[in-house]
């Protein structure tokens, strides 16, 4: 008898069982999360869970049981795949890990034995007083995959708000010293960020962001003294490649041709939320179409002023000592009041995808708003995003007259 064997060779009930409501499972469900946290291999991985799928379930919750694996080495090497010695490498490998512990006889024989007080096999009490540890991990994983994922999309909006600005940068016919530095500094950003880190990520939007700023200020000073009306571009770039060329198709919502509706609204057509004597709801696609002296009115200004003053303080902070908000800075005061409004990350990622960064935004600026409405307040932000994104989806929202709706509603405050 082995030392393990020993050691466990408990009174009834003694064993070591799931906390709570975990199953054997969950079990299985943790160590694939962190698997590659734990330095396993997908292949020594997968030969664990097949060891783990031959216990009985409720051994892992029965205290007067103990969860073992007693099927010959050679079955499960060869439903693997594998060779018994690469398998005897695997076991050797998860007991110095911790995650189980070999009790086989000496001849490698496995069973029980003393009416099922002597298990010899694979056994997995180890594995089960890791439990709360292994959690712990799989939430720290999770937390820094989600922070990568965001840092990643900001990235990414930044990104394509930058190569806007120098499609717009590019109509002004702009030559200087100061366009060539600009310029020269879109072509030396990496254009694969997947594989990065959440600090080199970090590191990366912030350099990202100070030459979309930076961008956009040069755009409108050039614009004031030339008296040209900037063009934006519609979004058409992938979340983790960008290419280096720069082509502009459409306009922005605050800087487009007069006359011209913008083409990143223009399918927006969001069946408006509010009364049936409000302007949203007679601004629908069917009743009358966009007009373009409405559509010039979302200036940033306009817009700035319509919103809640909750909205208003998160576009306080990151606009920072600039006098209003630009594209880049509704993006983020929006993404910034996610957690506040209830807006899941899944919400907020699926309306990016299909409005596009700037109309997302834009969004959760008026359903924000609606919140404090006298009449149909909005009590579910999520699920009006949701909503929002299931209009645009099908060409159904009208996000134009949201917007007017937003403005009309603050200038009665």
Not at 74 to 89: S, V
Not at 258 to 269: H, T
Not at 326 to 336: C, G, H, S, T, V
Request: overall charge neutral; hydrophobic content about 35%; charged content about 25%.
């Amino acid at each position: 008898m082995s030392l393990y064997q020993a050691d466990f060779f408990p009174p009834e009930g003694a064993f070591p069982v799931l906390s709570g409501r975990l199953q054997r499972s969950d079990v299985e469900r943790v160590l694939v999360q962190v698997g590659h946290a734990l330095g396993l291999p997908d292949t020594r991985l997968k030969a664990l869970l097949a060891m783990i799928q031959r216990t009985a379930p409720s051994d892992w919750t029965d205290p007067s049981r103990e969860p073992v694996c007693y099927e010959e080495q050679q079955q499960i090497a060869a439903a693997l795949g594998k060779t018994p010695r690469a398998l005897r490498a695997d076991e050797a490998a998860l007991e110095r890990a911790g995650l189980l512990v070999k009790t086989s006889g000496a001849d490698g024989s496995r069973g029980s034995f003393a009416g099922g007080r002597i298990r010899q096999g694979i056994c997995f009490s180890p594995l089960i007083a890791r439990m709360t540890q292994l959690m712990d991990l799989a939430d720290r994983l999770r937390a820094q995959s989600q922070e990568r994922q965001s840092l990643r999309r900001q990235v990414s909006a930044s990104r394509r708000i930058l190569k806007s600005a120098l499609g717009s940068m590019a109509e002004l016919s702009a030559t200087d010293t100061a366009t060539y530095e600009l310029v020269e500094g879109w072509s030396l950003l990496p254009r694969r960020y997947d594989g990065l880190t959440a600090s080199e990520l970090s590191a990366l939007l912030s350099r990202v962001d100070d030459l979309t700023h930076k961008v956009l200020s040069y755009i409108e000073k050039r614009g004031e003294t030339s008296g040209v009306t900037e063009s934006g571009c519609r979004r058409s770039i992938q979340d983790t490649k960008e290419e280096t060329s720069v082509s502009c198709n459409g306009a922005s919502v605050f800087n487009r041709p007069s006359g011209k509706p913008d083409d990143a609204m223009r399918s927006d057509a969001d069946d408006p939320i509010g009364p049936a004597s409000c302007h949203e709801q007679k601004d629908r696609p069917g009743d009358r179409g966009h007009k373009p002296e409405l559509l010039e009115s979302f200036r940033p200004r306009k817009i700035y002023a319509a919103v809640s003053e909750n909205m208003r303080l998160y576009l306080d902070a990151v606009k920072g000592t600039r006098g209003l908000p630009n594209q880049l800075d509704f993006i983020r005061a929006a993404e910034l009041m996610l957690p506040e409004l209830g807006v899941s990350t899944s919400a907020w990622s699926e309306a990016c995808n299909v409005l596009g960064d700037l109309a997302a935004a834009l969004s959760v600026c008026v359903i924000d708003a609606g919140q404090y409405r006298e009449i149909s307040p909005i009590h579910s932000p999520g699920g009006a995003l949701r909503a929002f994104t299931r209009r645009a989806r099908v060409g159904q929202l009208n996000l134009t007259g949201s917007l007017i709706g937003m403005i009309e509603r603050s200038r009665l405050r």
